[in-house]
């Protein structure tokens, strides 16, 4: 099929819920996709911070091929060998205190699992979250999502859920009472405009959780294997969350999610919670291979440190556009003055892919992989759209 032809049946059978570039992309390598046409990018969109390892690592590839030859499902009733070995692999990267895993298929799966265990353990219902938090579209996940226009069409929602302000520890205390299951928090605001969290908040959250009974959930879907500088973002820290969702980067772009489950949690219900594809031999294949190359390769050292290469370059741009550059390793954000989609559009046709986060922000996500060189690339051409 040509481009048009591969436009036409998507724009036709689709759901149409997706707002698409004319972009038609049909191979990956590293930190470079091409289009039908044959034009190649710089990916710093990376599957939405899917990519870590890269496209096409051979790792990975190497692993799923061999293992869809053997099985690529078991369900869980039944016991199995990569399922076994990425579970205590999960546990051992994992903050202290993270003993157990329950495996799922995306960030939102994740999320909604959480959210059960933190009402399952606690007894309680109400949740906190933030505003610009983003964790998910089904609806408990979305009933933790602050934006309106994602929430509205839905309502009502699950409830017993509120928003405080991100980074004020104060509107935290005077949300989270005896009646708390949890707080759910991401350690970078992603979808939010690509925000870090004060680590006094995200520290004074944790503390407020432990006091008051209530489990602290991070999210960290978007910000985990090695994407900020540190396996986990909560680390930067010294997080120690009760319940971590995970999900993007962990199984070298094959779905997958993930709930980390610590001690406070106790144990859950047989059957209160469950799934037919999580934890299934394939995407726990890709994600053992994928976390070997995180930790051989030391991806987040390298996140660490081209991400501050990306940060001071970017913020050395001398543009009246630029309101901001914010970020952690490379989960990067330039707030602009006016609307990011004519910039985005403008990128690409420099050879750049990036995203948006919000209306006025553009999103950096490149793979954990890129070169120094890559780095200098995308900085350049930033600046010459937004010169």
Not at 16 to 27: A, D, I, Q, S
Not at 94 to 113: I, M
Not at 175 to 188: N, Q, S, W
Request: proline residues 6%; hydrophobic residues 45%; neutral net charge.
């Amino acid at each position: 099929m040509d481009r048009s032809e591969i436009i036409a049946l998507e724009d036709q059978y689709g759901s149409g819920l997706y707002p698409k570039r004319p972009l038609v992309l049909v191979r990956g390598e590293g930190t470079r996709v091409w289009d039908a046409r044959g034009q190649e990018y710089i990916d710093c969109v990376g599957g939405h911070g899917v990519a870590n390892v890269g496209y096409a690592h051979p790792a990975v590839v190497r692993a799923v091929t061999e293992q869809v030859r053997r099985m690529a499902i078991c369900p869980n009733g039944f016991y199995n060998d990569q399922r076994a070995r990425l579970l205590a692999e999960l546990v051992r990267i994992a903050p202290p205190g993270l003993e157990r895993a329950f495996l799922c298929n995306s960030g939102a799966e994740a999320v909604e699992a959480a959210l059960k265990f933190a009402r399952l353990a606690t007894g309680r219902r109400k949740v906190v979250a933030a505003m610009r938090g983003f964790h998910g579209r089904t609806f408990g996940a979305l009933s933790a999502t602050w934006r309106r226009a994602y929430r509205e069409p839905f309502e009502p929602l699950v409830p017993g859920f509120s928003f405080t302000p991100y980074n004020r520890l104060e509107r935290m205390e005077q949300a989270v009472d005896e009646e708390t299951a949890a707080v759910i928090l991401e350690v970078v605001q992603g979808e939010g405009g690509v925000i870090p969290g004060a680590p006094d908040y995200l520290r004074g959250v944790q503390a407020i959780c432990r006091e008051r009974g209530a489990l602290f959930i991070v999210d960290e879907v978007q910000t985990g294997l090695g994407r900020t500088g540190r396996m986990f973002a909560c680390q930067h820290h010294g997080l120690q969350p009760d319940l971590m969702c995970l999900a993007k980067g962990i199984a070298g772009g094959l779905p997958m999610g993930a709930v980390l489950i610590g001690s406070r949690v106790g144990e859950l219900p047989k059957k209160a919670h469950g799934t037919t594809f999580g934890g299934n031999p394939l995407a726990c294949a890709a994600a053992l291979a994928a976390i070997r190359v995180i930790e051989e390769e030391e991806l987040p050292g390298r996140a660490a440190e081209l991400g501050a290469r990306l940060l001071e370059g970017l913020r050395s741009i001398p543009s009246p556009k630029v309101r901001q550059v914010r970020g952690l390793g490379l989960m990067v954000g330039v707030e602009l003055k006016e609307k990011a989609a004519p910039y985005l559009v403008a990128l690409a046709e420099q050879g750049v892919l990036a995203l948006s986060a919000g209306a006025t922000v553009i999103r950096l996500l490149p793979p954990l992989v890129i070169s120094a060189q890559e780095i200098d690339t995308v900085v350049e051409q930033v600046a010459a759209v937004v010169g």
